[in-house]
C-alpha cells in the first residue's frame, strides 16, 4: 500500500528548504544584490536619525538578514539599528538567535523576535493600536505563503516611516517557477499550498496601490540534476521542497511523477550544462519607496 500524499510539516520543511539551497544559487544572486544595489538603496535611510529601525518579515534563518544588517551599519556607522523579526518557524528563529550570539560585529544592533507569522503579527499591530513605523522592510521570497498577498502588501508599506523603503524579494517572470506555474500546473500535486506568484504580481499590487517602486532582476539556477536519479535521497529532498509535498517521489502516482520531471526539463524551465540540469531560479528584486 502506497502512503497518502500530504504537505511537508515545519520541520520537513526546514530540511527540504536545505536541499533546496545548497544546490542553488539563490544566495550568491542575493549577495549580488547586496553588493550592486544595496547601497544605494539603504544610503538615505533614517534620514540622520540616532537609530534605524528594520523590520524583517519572513526571515528565516536570518543571513540574509545579517547581511543587509552590515551593509546598513557600512552606511550609516555608529548609528543604533533596531531590528524586528517576524517569523513562525521556531527552528529558523533558534538559528537565527545562534548566528546572532556568534557575531562580534553586532554591538550597536538590536533584536526582537516575533515568531508569529505575517498576519499574526499584523493582527497583533492592529490589535495594540499602536503603529511603529520601519525605515526598513524585507520581504524575502516569502509572500509565497501569505493569505492575503495584496493586503499584507499594503499593510507593510503602511509601517514605513517617512523615506522608508520597503524591500520585496520574488521569484522572476523569467524563472523555470513562473513557466512550471502558468503551464504546467497540472503537474503540481494540491499537496502544494503555497501561492503560485512571481514579479508581476506583485508589482501589480503595487501599481494599484499607487506607489513608486524599481525592480532589479538578478539569475540564478538550482541544479535539479538528482531530481531524477532513481532513489537518490537529495533528489527527494529537492522534489519534495518543489511540490511542497512529503515524499513526493514515493507517494505521488506514477504518471503524475512523470509528468513533473518532463515539465521540468523543458527549455523555458531547465536548461543543460555540462550534463547537468539547471533549473532556471531567477530573482526580482523589488525596491518600494
Same mark, same amino acid.
Given at each position: 500500500m502506497i502512503p497518502s500524499m500530504r504537505s511537508l510539516t515545519a520541520e520537513e520543511y526546514v530540511?527540504?528548504?536545505?536541499?533546496?539551497? !545548497?544546490?542553488?544559487?539563490?544566495? =550568491?544572486?542575493? !549577495?549580488?544584490?547586496?553588493?550592486? =544595489?544595496?547601497?544605494?538603496?539603504?544610503?538615505g535611510l533614517g534620514n540622520g536619525k540616532s537609530t534605524i529601525n528594520v523590520l524583517g518579515v519572513g526571515s528565516g534563518t536570518g543571513e540574509q538578514d545579517l547581511k543587509m544588517i552590515r551593509i546598513l551599519q557600512a552606511a550609516h556607522p555608529g548609528v543604533h539599528i533596531d531590528n524586528e523579526i517576524v517569523e513562525p518557524n521556531p527552528q529558523h528563529v533558534a538559528t537565527y538567535k545562534e548566528l546572532v550570539n556568534q557575531a562580534p560585529d553586532l554591538q550597536n544592533v538590536s533584536f526582537i523576535w516575533h515568531q508569529l507569522t505575517s498576519s499574526e503579527y499584523e493582527q497583533q499591530v492592529k490589535e495594540k493600536g499602536t503603529h511603529k513605523k520601519f525605515d526598513f522592510i524585507h520581504m524575502i521570497q516569502m509572500l509565497y505563503r501569505v493569505e492575503d498577498i495584496p493586503n499584507t502588501i499594503k499593510f507593510f508599506h503602511s509601517c514605513l516611516d517617512h523615506h522608508g523603503k520597503l524591500l520585496i524579494i520574488i521569484l522572476s517572470d523569467s524563472s523555470g517557477w513562473a513557466t512550471l506555474w502558468k503551464k504546467y500546473r497540472d503537474c503540481l500535486p494540491s499537496t502544494d499550498s503555497g501561492h503560485y506568484i512571481t514579479s508581476s504580481g506583485i508589482t501589480d499590487v503595487l501599481k494599484r496601490l499607487g506607489v513608486e517602486y524599481h525592480v532589479y532582476e538578478f539569475p540564478s539556477g538550482w541544479d535539479i540534476t538528482e531530481c531524477f536519479i532513481e532513489g537518490d535521497v537529495v533528489g527527494g529532498h529537492m522534489m519534495d521542497f518543489l511540490t511542497g509535498t512529503k515524499n513526493f517521489l514515493g507517494t505521488a502516482p506514477p504518471a503524475l511523477r512523470q509528468r513533473l520531471q518532463e515539465a521540468l526539463c523543458q527549455p523555458e524551465c531547465s536548461s543543460t550544462k555540462d550534463g547537468r540540469i539547471i533549473f532556471s531560479n531567477n530573482l526580482s528584486m523589488i525596491v518600494v519607496e
Amino acid at each position: 500500500m502506497i502512503p497518502s500524499m500530504r504537505s511537508l510539516t515545519a520541520e520537513e520543511y526546514v530540511e527540504a528548504f536545505k536541499s533546496f539551497l !545548497d544546490h542553488s544559487t539563490e544566495h =550568491q544572486c542575493m !549577495d549580488e544584490f547586496n553588493k550592486e =544595489q544595496m547601497p544605494n538603496v539603504v544610503a538615505g535611510l533614517g534620514n540622520g536619525k540616532s537609530t534605524i529601525n528594520v523590520l524583517g518579515v519572513g526571515s528565516g534563518t536570518g543571513e540574509q538578514d545579517l547581511k543587509m544588517i552590515r551593509i546598513l551599519q557600512a552606511a550609516h556607522p555608529g548609528v543604533h539599528i533596531d531590528n524586528e523579526i517576524v517569523e513562525p518557524n521556531p527552528q529558523h528563529v533558534a538559528t537565527y538567535k545562534e548566528l546572532v550570539n556568534q557575531a562580534p560585529d553586532l554591538q550597536n544592533v538590536s533584536f526582537i523576535w516575533h515568531q508569529l507569522t505575517s498576519s499574526e503579527y499584523e493582527q497583533q499591530v492592529k490589535e495594540k493600536g499602536t503603529h511603529k513605523k520601519f525605515d526598513f522592510i524585507h520581504m524575502i521570497q516569502m509572500l509565497y505563503r501569505v493569505e492575503d498577498i495584496p493586503n499584507t502588501i499594503k499593510f507593510f508599506h503602511s509601517c514605513l516611516d517617512h523615506h522608508g523603503k520597503l524591500l520585496i524579494i520574488i521569484l522572476s517572470d523569467s524563472s523555470g517557477w513562473a513557466t512550471l506555474w502558468k503551464k504546467y500546473r497540472d503537474c503540481l500535486p494540491s499537496t502544494d499550498s503555497g501561492h503560485y506568484i512571481t514579479s508581476s504580481g506583485i508589482t501589480d499590487v503595487l501599481k494599484r496601490l499607487g506607489v513608486e517602486y524599481h525592480v532589479y532582476e538578478f539569475p540564478s539556477g538550482w541544479d535539479i540534476t538528482e531530481c531524477f536519479i532513481e532513489g537518490d535521497v537529495v533528489g527527494g529532498h529537492m522534489m519534495d521542497f518543489l511540490t511542497g509535498t512529503k515524499n513526493f517521489l514515493g507517494t505521488a502516482p506514477p504518471a503524475l511523477r512523470q509528468r513533473l520531471q518532463e515539465a521540468l526539463c523543458q527549455p523555458e524551465c531547465s536548461s543543460t550544462k555540462d550534463g547537468r540540469i539547471i533549473f532556471s531560479n531567477n530573482l526580482s528584486m523589488i525596491v518600494v519607496e
